[in-house]
């Protein structure tokens, strides 16, 4: 007779113990290359897309491309906190974030090598977490990964060399 899948915080605890314990292991294994494309939709909208996955960005219907960002932070601490919960057995029953951010676009748009960074100055969140089963001291050591552990974060919070390749199509 087949063992019933056990579920935690709609996860696979099985599954998510299985990658933890992998990773643990040999983190060697755990490099990932990630490939996007862009492409112009028009005005200031793009489509980002890779496989059957696709993100609108920019444009009056859509998040512009700050927003996303910001988003991206938001979105991978409620996956490291909602993973490393299940983990640890902890049954999450509220979960949020709310972020904001500080940035000056007059470099964007004004088009201008000088003045204000374009990017975010300063970048603050508060988190909203509950649980039933878990201390207080359990979910703030939950919490406390977000500053070790978070990839969007690790790279918030440094230089990240980037390198531009150009085509001019004829």
């Not at 990658?19 to 490939?35: F, G, I």
């Not at 974030?97 to 960074?117: H, K, L, M, Q, W």
């Amino acid at each position: 007779m087949p063992s019933e899948k056990r579920m935690l915080n709609q996860m696979s605890v099985d599954e998510v113990e299985r990658d933890a314990k992998e990773a643990r292991e040999n983190p060697e294994k755990c490099s990932v290359t990630r490939k996007l494309e862009a492409d112009w939709v028009g005005g200031t909208r793009s489509r980002i897309h890779s496989g059957n996955k696709e993100l609108f960005i920019g444009g009056d219907q859509d998040y512009g491309a700050m927003s996303v960002a910001l988003a991206s932070l938001l979105g991978c601490e409620i996956d490291l906190i909602a993973t490393q919960a299940t983990v640890r057995g902890i049954e999450l029953d509220k979960l949020s974030i709310e972020g904001t951010g500080d940035f000056n676009f007059a470099r964007y748009v004004g088009g201008i090598n000088s003045g204000p960074s374009s990017g975010y100055d300063n970048v603050r969140y508060t988190i909203r977490i509950k649980s039933k089963n878990a201390t207080e001291g359990q979910l703030r050591d939950l919490v406390k990964l977000c500053e070790t552990s978070s990839p969007v974060g690790d790279t918030f919070s440094r230089a990240v060399h980037l390198s531009m390749n150009v085509v001019i199509e004829k």
